[in-house]
């Protein structure tokens, strides 16, 4: 399996820009999460997945942000308008039973300017 | 509700010198446990987990970790630091039985190994 895939890797976009972040979960696994990182504040939990349904969105910063899983093997994040603040690294992470570790995508290098 | 600790933002060792970095969890029933590294500009790996059975697990990279039920605790060790151990590290834990499968995530620790 290649892992979890995200796309793309580096993004630099204007202030106002619509961004869309994008995930392949590996196959088989039927939890799906979004993570931002930075220097600031860490790790943050934005939104996780169960068998395509969203859980908990609690951890989405506000309604710019956006979150789908049109089905098992892919899921969108989407910043609407995109502000300097969003620039961060946006990390996507499945798990398939409860006692599985996740498994990390490489992430996606968000820069808002 | 559950939560985790690691008490240490950096942790510096020599080496060749056994490390430890240590965790604390809380959990309302019995937990998974689970340590990932992070090296620079990377995702999260897994090193290891704790499940059930044998305190004592063993994971890669020659790391291994202690769970501790009395002291809710799940410290990552190596008997031998190398310089390319130096990273960042997560403990997570998630409850058996509620969470529906989330874990939590403690703030991570900075681990750099001195030549």
């Known amino acids: 399996d290649a892992g979890v895939i995200q796309s793309p890797r580096h993004e630099v976009t204007e202030m106002g820009q619509e961004v869309t972040l994008r995930c392949k979960p590996i196959?088989?696994?039927?939890?799906l999460f979004w993570y931002r990182q930075t220097m600031m504040r860490g790790l943050e939990l934005l939104i996780y997945?169960?068998?395509?349904?969203?859980?908990?969105d609690s951890g989405m910063p506000e309604d710019r942000f956006s979150a789908k899983m049109p089905n098992a093997s892919f899921s969108t994040l989407k910043i609407q308008p995109s502000e300097p603040r969003d620039s961060a690294v946006y990390f996507c992470?499945?798990?398939?039973?409860?006692?599985?570790?996740?498994?990390f995508g490489s992430g996606t290098r968000l820069t808002v300017v | 509700a559950q939560s985790v600790a690691q008490p240490e933002d950096q942790v510096n060792v020599a080496e060749g010198n056994p490390l430890t970095v240590k965790c604390t969890y809380s959990v309302s029933g019995n937990p998974y446990l689970f340590w990932y590294v992070q090296y620079p500009n990377r995702g999260l790996q897994f090193l290891l987990k704790y499940i059930t059975g044998d305190n004592l697990v063993k994971g890669s990279y020659g790391f291994e970790a202690e769970f501790n039920k009395s002291q809710t605790s799940f410290h990552l060790k190596k008997p031998s630091a190398l310089v390319s151990d130096s990273a960042l590290y997560f403990c997570a834990v998630r409850d058996q039985v509620n969470n529906a499968g989330k874990s939590t995530f403690g703030d991570g620790t900075t681990l750099t190994v001195k030549p």
């Open positions: 992470a499945s798990s398939g039973q409860a006692n599985y570790g996740y498994t």
């Open positions: 997945f169960n068998n395509n349904v969203p859980i908990d």
């Open positions: 196959s088989g696994h039927n939890s």
